[in-house]
């Protein structure tokens, strides 16, 4: 297995239905168009990694506008192959697909004429895109939709993932030929679009409300001693988030791994948290 062994195929009854890559080791982002054959909605999926092993799940979030889905591998499902580090594309890089719909099709590569362009979807939502020329002239592409735009070249070690194929754009002229410029969502871009990967929120569990609770419990300003624990918690969370924030900017984590790094703290906290207030 190659060090882009990070791309899966996914299928619906043994029909194979698009592409996908895997964002952390619990969730798969694709294309959602490429779910058009799914007979439902809620309806189970195989997973199908380079290796031929297959894991099960289920479309978990989708965005039609962006034209994005996110699905949710089983609880039940080890994930043992690397997940890539994202990265962020600037123009004139170069890029590749490490996905091929078939072993006797090309393999896309070429260069990347913006990094974070405003485009609008075909679904109707402007997304932040990746828009990138494609040195082979196939025509006709839609095949690749839902895979991974990786930096560099073919064969190139450790290569970081830049965002997601979408669409093509339409030549314009006389005939229907597409024009071999290719639009994807960057990782970022996904990423914002599902709650799943949203943590922010958590933070609000560990500070005192506004509301009473549900239990009468003594205020901790009444009561002489340190600061609220829960203050003290919600500090903490927040001291890490601050750290887990400049280490992204300083390209230490993939978007997948920051999100991951805040949910654990955040997650870390409040189970400790609730383990003090039960005692």
């Given at each position: 297995m190659t060090d882009a062994a990070y791309w899966v195929e996914l299928h619906a009854s043994r029909q194979r239905l698009g592409a996908g890559f895997l964002l952390t080791r619990r969730f798969v982002l694709t294309a959602l168009h490429c779910l058009r054959g799914l007979p439902a909605a809620d309806a189970p999926l195989d997973i199908v990694l380079p290796d031929g092993s297959t894991l099960s799940g289920r479309v978990c979030e989708q965005d039609k506008g962006a034209d994005l889905a996110l699905v949710m591998i089983s609880?039940?499902?080890?994930?043992?192959?690397p997940v890539p580090r994202a990265g962020i594309a600037f123009s004139g890089d170069a890029w590749f697909g490490p996905y091929r719909p078939a072993r006797m099709e090309a393999q896309l590569s070429g260069?990347?004429?913006?990094?974070?362009?405003?485009?609008?979807?075909?679904?109707?939502?402007?997304?932040?895109?990746?828009q990138l020329t494609v040195e082979q002239q196939l025509g006709d592409y839609s095949g690749y939709s839902g895979g991974p735009v990786a930096a560099g070249r073919p064969g190139d070690e450790d290569a970081t993932v830049l965002g997601i194929l979408l669409e093509q754009l339409p030549r314009r002229g006389p005939t229907d030929e597409a024009a071999n410029v290719l639009f994807g969502a960057t990782v970022r871009e996904a990423m914002s679009r599902f709650d799943h990967f949203d943590v922010e929120h958590l933070i609000d569990v560990l500070r005192p409300g506004s509301s009473p609770p549900s239990?009468?419990?003594?205020?901790?300003?009444?009561?002489?001693?340190?600061?609220?624990?829960?203050?003290?918690?919600?500090?903490?969370?927040?001291?890490?988030?601050?750290q887990i924030d400049l280490w992204a900017s300083q390209r230490s984590f993939s978007p997948a791994q920051v999100a991951d790094l805040k949910f654990s703290a955040a997650k870390t906290a409040i189970e400790g948290q609730l383990g003090k207030d039960s005692a």
């Open positions: 609880s039940g499902c080890e994930v043992k192959v260069r990347v004429d913006h990094g974070a362009a405003r485009y609008q979807c075909e679904g109707g939502a402007v997304v932040e895109a990746l239990r009468v419990r003594p205020d901790p300003e009444d009561t002489p001693g340190p600061r609220s624990t829960v203050a003290s918690a919600a500090a903490s969370v927040d001291a890490w988030f601050r």
